[in-house]
T-cell receptor, first 114, second 115 residues
Framework: AQSVTQPDIHITVSEGASLELRCNYS??????LFWYVQSPGQGLQLLLK??????LVQGIKGFEAEFKRSQSSFNLRKPSVHWSDAAEYFC????????????FGRGTSLIVHP | GAGVSQTPSNKVTEKGKYVELRCDPI?????LYWYRQSLGQGPEFLIY????????DSGLPNDRFFAVRPEGSVSTLKIQRTERGDSAVYLC?????????????FGPGTRLTVL
């Protein structure tokens, strides 16, 4: 069965600093990979997704992620964090041959210091 | 246009009671998903509808949980004989066709507290 590991429960960065959130997945074939953001009281919003092709994926709000098959990773990056980026971030993996029900990681809470 | 809406936003009930949670998907979306999110965890899949039928209900934890979507739009998640362990945020999402490349749009969730 597919699974996702987000090893960092909390990440604290200063505003303007760069950000990298880690995500490792377990899946036998080429997965579908997603990053979602959840702000307090809000629903999950899709930041970006990878299905195939270019392994560097650009998303909304200045985020990008890179699929590395050799490392089973799909880390999320942003070159300069804004205070409004403080939120919970979830990585998810979906089966390429299944009914497309994503499995989510437990999330990483991003704290931004001014 | 309007996004996915869920009502109520908060529900407090007593152990053993019956509750219904409602989801209004984006108009025209044929696929609808229910998830449960416990504190400190990511969303956990419960059930997936394609139109009026449940295409995948493998995530429902037991027979106390049931969901319907009689007209292919609004869906109701029903929980019988609630237990304290059912306390969580219940999320609903919809997508246009339910294909693998579709984006799921999530509602704000219903926070269920079982006392």
């Amino acid at each position: 069965a597919q699974s996702v590991t987000q090893p960092d429960i909390h990440i604290t960065v200063s505003e303007g600093a760069s950000l990298e959130l880690r995500c490792n997945y377990s899946y036998g074939a080429t997965p579908y990979l997603f990053w979602y953001v959840q702000s307090p009281g809000q629903g999950l919003q899709l930041l970006l997704k990878y299905f195939s092709g270019d392994t560097l994926v650009q998303g909304i709000k200045g985020f990008e992620a890179e699929f590395k098959r050799s490392q089973s990773s799909f880390n999320l990056r942003k070159p300069s964090v804004h205070w409004s980026d403080a939120a919970e971030y979830f990585c998810a993996v979906g089966e390429a041959g299944g009914s497309y029900i994503p499995t989510f990681g437990r999330g990483t809470s991003l704290i931004v210091h001014p | 246009g309007a996004g996915v809406s869920q009502t109520p936003s908060n529900k407090v009930t007593e152990k053993g009671k019956y509750v219904e949670l409602r989801c209004d998907p984006i108009s025209g979306h044929t696929a609808l998903y229910w998830y449960r999110q416990s504190l400190g965890q990511g969303p956990e899949f419960l059930i997936y509808f394609q139109g009026t039928g449940a295409a995948d209900d493998s995530g429902l934890p037991n027979d106390r949980f049931f969901a319907v979507r009689p007209e292919g739009s609004v869906s109701t998640l029903k929980i019988q004989r609630t237990e304290r362990g059912d306390s969580a945020v219940y999320l609903c999402a919809s997508s246009s066709r339910g294909t693998r490349t579709d984006t799921q749009y999530f509602g704000p969730g219903t926070r269920l507290t079982v006392l």
